[in-house]
Each structure stands twice: as structure tokens, then as C-alpha cells.
């Protein structure tokens, strides 16, 4: 899924800067008063794309498809906000658009949340639990 995909039509084709890499990504995800996100097919119906992590973790407000497991990761509604299709998730950016207050706090309690709970650190620690289960 790219640029190329997205009709000529549409004003995405006037705001588009490029792909971006490093510091300047994080710079950019935090920008923006609402960021976007999507899974891809390949994701099936799973919420597991590094844009929840990086997203979040720059204090952006993030909109994010209502995926199976996003409850695992933050609480939708609270640390982020969660689209069923394409009309929900329009409202909700409509909404939030108007709703400074509201969604400064979804996005510092996802903030809070990527901080604390989705590091390098605490993955390790998972992995080592999962690890050290098939060891012994």
C-alpha cells in the first residue's frame, strides 16, 4: 500500500511529502493532531504494526482499525480509538477534530502506555518468559 494506490483525485496527493526514516518520522508522527493507522490484509484481523508503537509513543492521537487483539495492547476508547469501517472511522475524526480536550487525553494516556508497557525492556521480558517455558 502506497501512494501510488490512493486515486490522483484525492487531496492525500497534495499533503504528501515523501517516505521519511529515522528521527524525522518520529518527528512527523507526532505532529499531527490525528495520525492514522491501518492494518494490512496480511495482518488478518490482528493489531500488530509498529505504527501503534511509534505512533503512541510520540504522543500522537491515534485512530486505529477495531482489531481482535487491540484490547491486548491499549484500551480503545482511552489509549486510542478504534474504527469498525470506514464511516465509523471518518466520525471519529470528525468528532475528535472538535474535541481538543478529549483527544489531547487519548493521546497521553496512549503516550503513557507505549512508555511504560510497549519498550524493548518489557518484549525482552516476555520473551524470555516464552523462552524459559519451552526450555524447561
Request: proline content about 2%; some cysteine.
Amino acid at each position: 500500500m502506497g501512494i501510488d494506490t490512493i486515486s490522483v483525485k484525492s487531496p492525500i496527493h497534495e499533503h504528501y511529502q515523501g517516505m521519511v526514516w529515522d528521527v524525522k518520522m518520529y518527528n512527523i508522527l507526532g505532529r499531527p493532531k490525528i495520525t492514522l493507522n491501518y492494518h494490512s490484509k496480511v495482518a488478518k484481523n490482528y493489531a500488530n504494526n509498529m505504527r501503534l508503537f511509534k505512533a503512541t509513543s510520540m504522543g500522537a492521537y491515534l485512530v486505529t482499525g477495531n482489531n481482535d487483539n487491540l484490547a491486548d495492547i491499549f484500551i480503545p476508547g482511552k489509549e486510542v480509538v478504534a474504527y469498525d469501517n470506514i464511516n465509523n472511522c471518518m466520525k471519529l475524526i470528525k468528532y475528535y477534530l472538535d474535541h481538543n480536550e478529549s483527544r489531547r487525553d487519548v493521546a497521553l494516556a496512549g503516550q503513557q502506555r507505549a512508555i511504560n508497557s510497549h519498550n524493548y525492556y518489557g518484549r525482552m521480558r516476555e520473551l524470555l518468559g516464552i523462552f524459559t517455558s519451552y526450555l524447561n
